[in-house]
């Protein structure tokens, strides 16, 4: 099984596009039974987020761009320590821009404080037996800042419930931040997140990236995570190295390799992982499908490599996709 699995971190080094692609890879039997059901679910989608936006706002949330959004996911993975595994994840955006505090309503099944540590999102072994429970949903309202990222620091604050007996209370406060350096090539980014939850307690994470495009389909990046939880109470860190290629107008691969830490006073590392993400548009920017075998070296395994290999399927209802179809 390892001899099978390595190579197909490199598979997708071999994967050609067509000069010319059409919109879709699916039948037309396929086609004629999403594009109802999309256009359902979308118009719902748009007319309840405006709708919602027009009650606390204003009579110009029926013409501004709305980016309200749903996105479902179903998630297959094999991993040597865990084997077989499956995940199922739902994410709902409903955008009130015309509020005088510009909020959003946020449903997830996912939310970045339940992935576990940084060596488990890393090999997706943190969502074991997390199979869509209803405690790990979140519904809470989010204030958007209107400053540009480029210029001003941004900063966002959330609060709501994990929908559970007994209500589980969250508050989180964002920050953002971008910078272009020297007015070159290389732009910083940065990403930070203080989360309290009833349950868990508190919890911070921290994400630097610093990237350059190489050329038309080269892109290049370099990650700096840190994470704290009160429940892990140890201090994590992780470095990754990112290339990302765009194999066509639908398709694009990551390659990445990462290695994670962890503890201030003793740093020491734990983990180093590969990786390799293809992922294609299958269907109008609708249906995608990301393909990701992984192979890490653990401290605690002394080394020994371990292979895993997720398949994930990506549905997005967003209403302005459906315009002109």
């Keep these: 099984m390892r001899l099978m699995l390595l190579p197909l971190l490199l598979l997708p080094l071999g994967i050609s596009h067509a000069s010319h692609e059409d919109d879709t890879d699916l039948p037309h039997?396929?086609?004629?039974?999403?594009?109802?059901?999309?256009?359902?679910?979308?118009?719902?989608?748009?007319?309840?987020?405006?709708?919602i936006d027009n009650f606390f706002g204003t009579d110009d949330s029926l013409t501004m761009e709305?980016?309200?959004?749903?996105?479902?996911?179903?998630?297959?993975?094999?991993?040597?320590?865990?084997?077989?595994d499956w995940d199922t994840a739902l994410r709902v955006k409903l955008d009130l821009p015309t509020t005088k505090e510009r909020l959003r309503i946020l449903i997830e099944s996912d939310p970045e404080e339940t992935q576990g540590t940084l060596a488990e999102q890393g090999a997706n072994t943190a969502?074991?037996?997390?199979?869509?429970?209803?405690?790990?949903?979140?519904?809470?309202?989010?204030?958007?800042?209107?400053?540009?990222?480029?210029?001003?620091?941004r900063f966002d604050a959330g609060a709501g419930i994990k929908v559970k007996?007994?209500?589980?209370?969250?508050?989180?406060f964002t920050g953002e931040r971008q910078w272009?350096?020297?007015?070159?090539?290389?732009?910083?980014?940065?990403w930070s997140r203080a989360s309290w939850f009833n349950e868990e307690g508190y919890s911070v994470r921290s994400r630097w990236d610093l990237g350059r495009p190489l050329s038309d389909i080269y892109h290049l990046r370099f990650i700096t995570n840190v994470q704290w939880q009160e429940e892990v109470d140890t201090l994590e860190y992780s470095e990754g190295i990112e290339l990302n290629q765009l194999l066509g107008t639908r398709s694009a691969i990551r390659y990445a390799a990462v290695a994670?830490?962890?503890?201030?006073?003793?740093?020491?590392?734990?983990?180093?992982y590969l990786l390799s993400q293809y992922r294609r548009n299958l269907h109008r920017e609708i249906l995608f499908v990301d393909f990701i075998p992984e192979v890490h070296f653990p401290r605690e395994q002394n080394y020994d490599a371990e292979f895993g290999v997720t398949l994930r399927f990506e549905l997005l209802f967003r209403a302005d996709l459906s315009w002109g179809r």
């Design 165 to 172: 007996l007994p209500l589980d209370p969250y508050v989180r």
């Design 66 to 84: 709305n980016g309200s959004y749903m996105r479902f996911s179903q998630e297959f993975s094999w991993h040597e320590r865990d084997r077989y």
């Design 29 to 51: 039997w396929a086609v004629d039974k999403i594009t109802p059901m999309h256009d359902r679910v979308t118009n719902w989608l748009d007319n309840n987020a405006r709708n």
């Design 127 to 153: 969502r074991s037996n997390n199979n869509f429970r209803t405690e790990d949903f979140l519904l809470g309202l989010r204030r958007l800042s209107d400053r540009d990222k480029r210029e001003h620091w």
């Design 180 to 190: 272009q350096l020297n007015d070159g090539p290389w732009v910083l980014d940065s």
């Design 260 to 272: 994670v830490g962890r503890s201030a006073s003793d740093p020491r590392l734990y983990d180093y």
